[in-house]
């Protein structure tokens, strides 16, 4: 740090100088992440709550209402309008939050956690955070857990199994209601990581997709991630974590004997309320009708880089279930042709199970962004 500051202007100018650096949402080039443009009224909330502070909620009881709103309508979207739980940074530290209340819950000195082998990385953070034993169930044919797999894999020690409702690399459904069945009849925690799911499965089944059940009208469901940073258009970062109740939470509960609420059993202790704010305004502003129609909207973009493709003489990896299409160039492995497309402006990313090209249609894709990305790949075979 200089001794003498720099005036707001010149702050302001070097500031544009790495901005310029970064990729944008908007230009549409950005194709194999997650998140994506922020609706405007979300990102005006956000900055009009930045000193709130939910980790000392009683001096913020209008922010820690509105978190509770949140979570009302999100727990009402997934079947459970009783549901409890925080806004979070994001699908990571939600998942870490579902694993830590499961291990709490249990009994077990050797505590062991069954997840997909298409199962988030965060897993793998919360098994060496938590000190748990990670196993890993095999995928059928359509890339979706075996849950005979899963069945073989249960002991006496184990805490938690994983389901995933939209996976990160192909954006396929496990098949929760036969894993809600199997952790019934054993008695253990079943946590449906929805991060990307959440916010869109529910509007496709609304609009009339055939799309399995995956939430807690499952009576073995314990445990939801949903990130409302996703298909929800809050603001980066916006997580979210839902227990079927309370107890899950006491479990994790620890003494904040200096703070205005004396327990606390989120993972960090700041924490802003500039996500809730954002997220409770975002939701109540585009209402169930304008997520249909943002569902739909995604799901036609993806059927037209579906047909391009196919129409050019890629080999799409899978029919897609939500919004991820991957696919393969006849002949060039899916690195290299990662490479050739970045050297055209284009951000994909590699899946890895399988191996192959990944784009995700997320709202800021349109149409015309997806025309000059056939274009570029034609000029590929």
């Not at 009783?82 to 000195?109: C, F, P, Q, W, Y």
Request: contains cysteine.
């Amino acid at each position: 740090m200089d001794e003498k500051g720099l005036s707001r202007e010149e702050v302001l100018r070097l500031l544009e100088e790495y901005r310029k650096q970064d990729m944008s949402y908007s230009s549409g080039r950005i194709l194999g992440s997650m998140c994506t443009c922020s609706h405007p009224l979300a990102r005006e909330v956000y900055c009009s709550f930045l000193e709130s502070n939910l980790g000392d909620p009683g001096l913020f009881r209008g922010t820690r209402d509105l978190e509770s709103r949140v979570i009302g309508m999100l727990g009402a979207l997934m079947g459970n309008a009783d549901a409890r739980g925080h806004i979070v940074t994001g699908g990571t530290e939600a998942n870490l939050m579902a694993m830590r209340a499961a291990r709490n819950m249990s009994e077990t000195k050797k505590p062991e956690i069954i997840v997909p082998r298409s199962a988030h990385f965060s897993f793998r953070k919360a098994a060496d955070i938590l000190r748990l034993e990670l196993r890993e169930a095999e995928l059928d044919d359509n890339y979706r857990v075996d849950t005979s797999s899963v069945s073989d894999l249960i002991s006496d020690d184990t805490v938690a199994v994983v389901g995933v409702a939209g996976t990160t690399e192909l954006g396929m459904i496990d098949p929760i209601p036969e894993l809600s069945e199997i952790c019934l009849e054993e008695g253990i925690h079943l946590h449906v990581d929805a991060a990307f799911g959440g916010f869109i499965i529910p509007f496709l089944r609304e609009a009339g997709y055939e799309l399995p059940e995956f939430d807690f009208r499952l009576p073995g469901v314990s445990s939801i991630t949903v990130d409302p940073h996703k298909m929800g258009l809050a603001p980066i970062p916006s997580g979210c974590i839902l227990f079927r109740d309370e107890s899950s939470l006491d479990a994790m509960s620890i003494d904040t004997p200096y703070l205005t609420e004396k327990q606390q059993s989120t993972i960090v202790g700041t924490r802003t309320g500039a996500s809730a704010a954002a997220t409770w305004a975002v939701m109540k502003h585009m209402g169930r009708e304008g997520y249909r129609k943002l569902a739909l909207k995604v799901m036609g973009v993806t059927f037209k880089l579906l047909e391009g493709l196919r129409g050019l003489g890629y080999i799409p990896v899978t029919e897609p279930e939500l919004n991820i299409v991957a696919f393969n160039h006849p002949s060039i492995p899916p690195g290299e042709l990662a490479g050739l497309l970045e050297s055209r402006g284009w951000a994909v990313s590699v899946a890895s199970c399988p191996p192959a090209i990944r784009v995700v249609l997320m709202p800021h894709i349109r149409e015309e962004h997806i025309e000059i990305f056939l274009e570029d790949l034609e000029g590929l075979i």
